[in-house]
T-cell receptor
């Protein structure tokens, strides 16, 4: 089955700096890669996703890059703000939607310091 | 759009009690719903996949007689933890999917068994 590794487990940055979180996956059949943000005591919230037919996707301060050959994808947050502090999870799946299961990474605790 | 509501948000009860958790998709019809379990500072572990009108598919190691899932309509799935014990204490989260859209998560239920 799919295995997703995520690094780093914790990340501390100064407000305004950029943050990068990296994930690798094992199953070359995976084609869908979402990123979720989880605040304390809440469920995960989808912040961005990418499908394998594109290499990069951007939404304001958030971007995701995908390298299918190397089987890794990354989340980039620019101009970080204190409200970006949360746990971020990457995930991989055969496809979005339907009964396709998500395999999650182990999570990254991001702390944005003033 | 794509709002998933989970109820209750917190349950504290005595050992041996059965607990029911509801997951509703408020503004869409969910073809599939998923149930996850999350321990503190850990990732989400998929417990089961639920499709409306059919039996849930459980992940390996998840006791189907302990964690009863009912998906009676396209907007409601329930998870019942039967005769809960302290080791069942955890954060339970559901997600819902419409067609080929991403999974959207509820805000979770914190279950504490005394």
């Amino acid at each position: 089955g799919e295995n997703v590794e995520q690094h780093p487990s914790t990340l501390s940055v100064q407000e305004g700096d950029s943050a990068v979180i990296k994930c690798t996956y094992s199953d070359s059949a995976s084609n869908y890669f979402p990123w979720y943000k989880q605040e304390l005591g809440k469920g995960p919230q989808l912040i961005i996703d990418i499908r394998s037919n594109v290499g990069e996707k951007k939404d304001q301060r958030i971007a995701v890059t995908l390298n299918k050959t190397a089987k890794h994808f990354s989340l980039h947050i620019t101009e970080t703000q204190p409200e970006d502090s949360a746990v971020y999870f990457c995930a991989a799946s055969l496809s979005a939607g339907g009964g396709n299961k998500l395999t999650f990474g182990t999570g990254t605790q991001l702390k944005v310091e003033l | 759009g794509a709002v998933v509501s989970q109820h209750p948000s917190r349950v504290i009860c005595k050992s041996g009690t059965s607990v029911k958790i509801e997951c509703r998709s408020l503004d869409f019809q969910a073809t599939t719903m998923f149930w996850y379990r999350q321990f503190p500072k850990q990732s989400l572990m998929l417990m089961a996949t639920s499709n409306e009108g059919s039996k849930a598919t459980y992940e390996q190691g998840v006791e189907k007689d302990k964690f009863l899932i009912n998906h009676a309509s396209l907007t409601l799935s329930t998870l019942t933890v039967a005769s809960a014990h302290p080791e069942d204490s955890s954060f339970y989260i559901c997600s819902a999917v419409q067609g080929n859209q991403p999974q959207h998560f509820g805000d979770g239920t914190r279950l504490s068994i005394l």
